[in-house]
């Protein structure tokens, strides 16, 4: 916009635009999703086999299966409540599969196997059902008889002499299971029974996951009755829990974030107008922020709103600016209504130059690969530019001539003009201490941490609760995991199978405990077809049975069951995903195989160590060698790789950030002088505020990164400023007030998010709150020095 | 899992195994002093042979092997005929092979398992407060011929095995003999191999 010299703005057409805008922004919110999901802030695209991990922290079943703890009473009050809590999960019909240790569990699951026993044996080859075969196999199959296990085996013998079932259950035997006692699993550490819940529904479901967990609370108030109690960890809850602690956190900061600006604003202006002037930008800026987010993402995260509340205290200082600055106008020769137009003429360029430094730093956040971070970037691209837009266009419409200051404001014009003379003397200790943070950032090792946990919003205690359960479960979140992948299911089933043969050797030589494969319950058609293959016609298994039973302990006349089913399986229809699902192994399967919408798979084969002791995953790959498309994954190291490798990549675009920020000073100052004077105090502020949290043992993450460089795009405005002034050697009791004003409400917002019990915005706000407050410190005490000042000129009261 | 058939599975394994032979010096004959003349020996060999009697199955099914004992928790047995089969149990940790398959698994998800172990290595290893706690332990006879008689206290093991005889002179056991609630039952007698303590003696 652009207005004649001597015009009035043209505050109609400005103010009518301004709401039509407005209008459709609020439309665009009202039918924009807001989220709370945790994976944000995991990272977006990495490379195949990352994606697949992704995918599993996303949506796997780890990502829908609740841990669930009984405490309190005797061991028999809490398997009763054990057994009580998994009969009403099961028949809730929310769950996929309720474990508890209790065996009528797997009633399905064993009578499943026994029925299929001829597709999914591994001892069924062609050898096997000759004379010679079958006898060995019945030798084996009756050597458990006559012990305990035999009450389970003597009923299968008719229908089962080799001992299929066995064989498959042998294979089954996890390495690492639950302690159990009095029939129900329990803790190895606590007096607790514990259970494994899987829910139907998605991981990122929230709303099914939170309806789930109020069933189990529900399900357990007879037991709570009896004196128990039911704890409750896992994935699913800490997205129910984590949503609700964003959604409160987010309106926590938001009121306290506008109750503590507007007492600074009507203290500073002492007047509702100005308050309300001051207020228009933030918010404006704030709708404008939204609708970019959510044009751009589809969806707003709450902790993007939870950050934009600390954006308001840099969006206020652009409102501050320009009323506090644009008064000194009205005192003009030219007359009334015409301050906004000098202001327009001195500052707006400066303002305007600070906020392209600003955007510069906040776009390198919109290359992040943390979905989560590049919302906040746009967040605050899209919410400063609304905020100044509408300070320079719209404030003038409705403040021609800025705000008379309060007598607070200009006390605070009156200190800075006071202190700043004097400030060039902490030159020599702020140098010295910068020297001592550089040493001891240069010093230290540990300064970076690559860490995804800390950008959780699980408290620790929680986490170690879900890290104890797990132990008691043998269900590991990290482990080794073997992944095969194929483009189609039975390819990745057959290589999966290879993989298996490779894995017990493993297991025979003592470097893995054990393993779960998909291809037990769910072997390739090809294995299926070959196993097909090697059951013999009736007569010819008729003729092999006689002979291997003669004077053996199961006479072959009991044994006529066993000739049809192994007839009846000789054309039993194969076993494929589709046909097993709905069965008591689907969910199993669900779990071991990820089936994508483009047709190709991925096996998922969790290794487990030899007890107590670790995997050399590096001989576990070795031995895979050979076999297409198949690796190790650590899922631990994975992901500490990967956030460093995210860590790298955001050092590397915080550094061109601030690079582009330094550039653009530099083209819009043209001196080196003055652009040395101006990077001086950002380079010291980040140095400080970097050596203090160092010296504090504070480890820097992402977010801490993401911190710094809004420093160096708040804190370039104050250096501008203190360049401007320097420059134009006037204004200063006015500009001055502005500024502290401004560096008072920035340091509260994001003071206020550092409180945050949020630790992603507590992150941010621990390094920009000081930072901000050294930026600004730093910009008077590292001032060209001029001639002093002379209060007559400037103290206006 | 199948729980249920891995759980027998395990249990029939270990319940057919038991015993070997331990060499002692007794004086006044009680449950105390033989666990005392047991604790005394730290390692032992034998071979065994099994003979169990099945309901509804033709013939005793027999089967053959080596037992190991190695002070405190080392367990092995290892079974040559009719198929070769080994278990080895350590602490908690229970190796299984069957053929040319390995199985490693944790003793104490299978309780009723974990009670048998305890009763064997108690008995073996002479520590009476274990057997105790697993068992309704009685002896009979005098140290030249002594019966051991074990009741299991757990209710669902009792629900499979009526009791457990363990026969033997001064230390050395002689036969360990299994009885189902079912009727169904094993025999298991042991002939010790020589050792170094016990060619001490």
């Known amino acids: ?797 | 899992m199948n729980a249920r058939d891995r759980r027998r599975l395990l249990l029939g394994l270990l319940a057919a195994a038991a015993g070997q032979a331990l060499p002692a010096r007794a004086q006044g004959f009680d449950l105390q002093a033989l666990m005392q003349g047991m604790a005394a020996r730290k390692s032992g060999q034998a071979r065994f042979t099994e003979e169990r009697i099945v309901h509804g199955v033709e013939g005793p099914l027999t089967s053959s092997g080596t037992l190991a004992f190695t002070a405190p928790d080392r367990f092995e047995r290892h079974t040559l005929h009719p198929v070769k089969e080994s278990m080895i149990l350590e602490g908690q940790s229970l190796v299984l092979r069957r053929g040319d398959r390995t199985r490693r698994t944790e003793l104490d998800a299978i309780p009723e398992l974990g009670a048998l172990m305890a009763a064997l290595r108690a008995t073996l290893g002479g520590d009476a407060a274990q057997l105790q706690k697993h068992f309704r332990a009685t002896l009979a006879g005098t140290e030249s011929r002594w019966v051991l008689r074990l009741v299991p206290l757990d209710a669902g093991l009792a629900r499979q095995l009526s009791q457990i005889e363990i026969v033997g002179r001064a230390n050395d056991l002689h036969s360990i003999a299994l009885q189902m609630q079912g009727g169904d039952r094993s025999l298991m007698l042991i002939e010790p191999l020589d050792s170094p303590s016990r060619a001490a003696q």
């Open chain 1, 1 to 797: 916009m652009t207005a004649g010299p001597t015009t009035r703005p043209r505050s109609v057409p400005v103010l009518l635009i301004w709401l039509a805008l407005v209008l459709l922004a609020a439309l665009q919110i009202a039918r924009t999703p807001f989220t709370a999901d945790l994976g944000v802030f995991l990272p977006a695209a990495p490379d195949a086999r990352q994606r697949l991990l992704i995918e599993q922290i996303h949506s796997g079943v780890p990502a829908r299966t609740l841990l669930l703890a009984i405490e309190g009473g005797d061991a028999v009050a809490r398997a009763q409540a054990s057994r009580e809590l998994a009969a009403a999960l099961r028949a809730s019909g929310l769950f996929d599969q309720v474990s508890n240790g209790d065996q009528e569990g797997f009633a399905g699951f064993g009578q499943w196997l026994l029925e299929h026993r001829y597709l999914l044996s591994p001892a069924v080859r062609p050898e096997r059902f000759t004379a010679e075969g079958l006898r060995d196999a019945i030798a084996e199959a009756t050597s458990l008889l006559g012990t305990p296990a035999g009450e389970a085996i003597k009923p299968l013998l008719p229908r089962d002499p080799s001992g299929e079932t066995q064989r498959i259950a042998e294979a089954l035997v996890p390495a690492r299971t639950p302690r159990s006692e009095a029939g129900v699993w329990v803790g190895r550490q606590q007096p607790r029974a514990v259970l494994m819940a899987t829910t139907h529904a998605a991981g990122a479901d929230t709303d099914a996951q939170a309806v789930a967990i109020a069933t189990a609370r529900k399900a357990f108030e007879p037991a709570a009755a009896r004196g128990l109690a039911l704890r409750i960890s896992g994935a699913p809850l800490f997205s129910v829990e984590s949503r609700a602690r964003i959604q409160s956190e987010v309106q926590r900061l938001a009121v306290a974030g506008t109750v503590v600006m507007s007492s600074l604003l009507l203290l500073a202006f002492g007047s509702i107008k100005a308050f309300a002037a001051a207020a228009l930008p933030v918010a404006t800026g704030v709708l404008g922020g939204i609708v970019a987010v959510s044009l751009g993402f589809g969806s707003v995260h709450g902790m993007t709103l939870g950050f934009g509340s600390a954006l308001i205290g840099e969006s206020v200082d652009y409102a501050i600016y320009y009323l506090i600055q644009s008064r000194r106008g009205a005192d003009d020769p030219s007359g009334a209504g015409r301050g906004w137009l000098s202001w327009v003429r001195t500052s707006w360029p400066t303002v305007r130059l600070g906020l392209l430094t600003s955007i510069c730093g906040f776009t390198a956040l919109l290359w992040s690969d943390f979905p989560g971070l590049a919302q906040l970037g746009v967040f605050s691209v899209a919410g400063l530019v609304t905020a100044a837009l509408t300070t320079r266009f719209v404030l003038p419409a409705l403040q021609p001539d800025g705000a008379g200051g309060s007598a607070l404001s200009r006390r605070l014009g009156m200190t800075a003009v006071w202190a700043i003379p004097r400030l060039p003397r902490l030159r020599l200790p702020v140098l010295a201490l910068a020297a001592v943070a550089a040493l001891l950032l240069w010093r230290s090792d540990g300064l970076w941490r690559a860490d995804l946990a800390s950008l959780s919003p699980v408290p620790q205690e929680q986490l170690a609760f879900d890290e104890a359960l797990r132990a008691d479960l043998g269900v590991g979140e990290g482990g080794t995991l073997v992944v095969v992948q194929g483009p189609d299911v039975e390819t990745t089933l057959q290589r999966a199978e290879a993989a298996s043969d490779r894995l017990e050797e493993l297991i025979d030589n003592g470097t893995i405990g054990g393993f779960d494969s998909v291809t037990r319950l769910l072997p390739s058609l090809r294995t299926q077809r070959a196993r097909q293959a090697a059951l013999p016609p009736p007569t010819q298994l008729r003729a092999a049975l006689d002979a291997a039973t003669q004077g053996g302990p199961l006479p072959a006349a009991r044994l006529a069951p066993f000739l049809d089913e192994v007839e009846a399986a000789r054309h039993a229809a194969l076993l494929t995903p589709a046909s097993i699902a709905g069965s008591a192994v689907a969910p199993t399967v669900d779990a071991l195989l990820l089936r994508r919408a483009d047709g190709s798979a991925a096996a998922l084969l969790p290794v487990t160590p030899v007890t107590r002791s670790g995997i050399d995953a590096r001989a576990v790959g070795q031995a895979l060698q050979g076999v297409p498309q198949t690796q190790v994954l650590e899922v631990g190291d994975e992901l500490r790789t990967l956030y460093a490798r995210y860590l790298g990549e955001a050092q590397a675009q915080a550094l061109l950030g601030a690079l582009a920020v330094v550039l653009l000073m530099g083209l819009s100052l043209r001196s080196p002088r003055r652009l040395l004077a101006v990077c001086q105090p950002l380079l010291l502020a980040v140095l400080l505020t970097m050596g203090a949290l160092a010296a504090l043992g504070i480890q820097l993450g992402i977010l801490h990164l993401v911190g710094l460089l809004l420093v160096v795009a708040v804190g370039s405005n104050y250096a501008l400023f203190f360049d401007m002034l320097h420059e134009s050697g006037d204004e200063r009791v006015d500009t001055l007030a502005s500024l502290l004003l401004a560096n008072i409400t920035t340091v509260a917002s994001f003071a206020l998010i550092w409180s945050s019990k949020l630790p992603v915005l507590s992150a941010i706000g621990s390094v920009v709150a000081p930072g901000a407050l050294l930026a600004l410190l730093l910009s008077a005490v590292f001032a060209r020095r001029r001639a002093p000042l002379a209060p007559a000129d400037n103290a206006r009261a």
